[in-house]
């Protein structure tokens, strides 16, 4: 079993420029094919861009490489799109489930909450970041509720996948938004989402964190200290962490 890191569209910042990084998926080799958590860009995105991604596109610097999407690079580690049977979401904006309409044989599973977010009428400015046409291909969506479980102390619903993963809410950057947590030969894989900032660092004051990701990154980074050994990841990571490519 392994877990390949893909860097599904890279935002680089304008200044410092040395600010480079991508948004990570996951692709997981489970009992039941590859599961991807996030998607990234579809192909789409990079021949009809919404208006959102213009909007990325006047405040940082995005290159808009087409071979980022995931579909592209899915084949690239020898799988086709219908292959992928299954998709995680931590959340639903354009940059993290974009590629939805490249796997269309692939079952959604995410929050109720984060559904219900994105299928309503928009109520705060973090729904700006929803596009309707990511999943005008009508795909079949798995809703999750909190059932009273938990992952090492944090209230957590299993996903029906072997090896073991695990919903995390983590509401606040979106309203349903969640971590996911994945067993891996070497422990656990805690991949947190876009509750934290890169590579849960601390770039920004705390008031600023909180308005633009949620309350979550302070008992994050303690998780982290407390629990050394899980490894955990962001949303957006440097660009140089996708070198490594796998786990
Ligand atoms: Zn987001």
Avoid: K
């Amino acid at each position: 079993m392994s877990i390949h890191f893909l860097n599904c569209f890279t935002c680089n910042a304008r200044a410092p420029l040395d600010w480079r990084s991508g948004t990570l998926c996951l692709l997981v080799e489970t009992d039941q094919g590859p599961v991807l958590v996030d998607t990234g860009l579809g192909q789409d995105d990079y021949i009809h861009q919404t208006s959102i991604l213009r909007i990325f596109q006047v405040i940082t610097i995005v290159p808009l490489n087409p071979q980022e999407a995931a579909v592209r690079q899915v084949a690239h580690l020898g799988y086709q799109p219908e292959d992928v049977r299954h998709i995680v979401l931590t959340h639903m904006h354009f940059d993290h489930c974009g590629g939805l309409p490249d796997f269309p044989h692939a079952t959604i599973h995410v929050h109720r909450r984060e559904y219900e977010a994105f299928a309503g009428r928009p109520r705060r400015w973090t729904d700006l970041g929803y596009v309707r046409r990511h999943i005008a291909h009508q795909p079949e969506f798995v809703l999750y509720d909190d059932t009273g479980s938990s992952w090492l102390g944090l209230t957590a619903t299993r996903l029906p996948f072997e090896p073991a993963m695990w919903l995390v809410p983590l509401f606040g950057h979106t309203r349903g938004h969640c971590g996911v947590a994945v067993q891996t030969e070497s422990g656990w894989l805690f991949h947190v989402g876009d509750a934290a900032p890169i590579d849960l660092g601390e770039y920004a004051p705390g008031w600023l964190v909180r308005v633009a990701l949620g309350p979550h990154a302070p008992r994050l980074r303690e998780f982290g200290a407390a629990h050394t050994r899980v490894r955990m990841t962001t949303g957006h990571m440097w660009l140089d962490f996708f070198e490594q490519g796998a786990e």
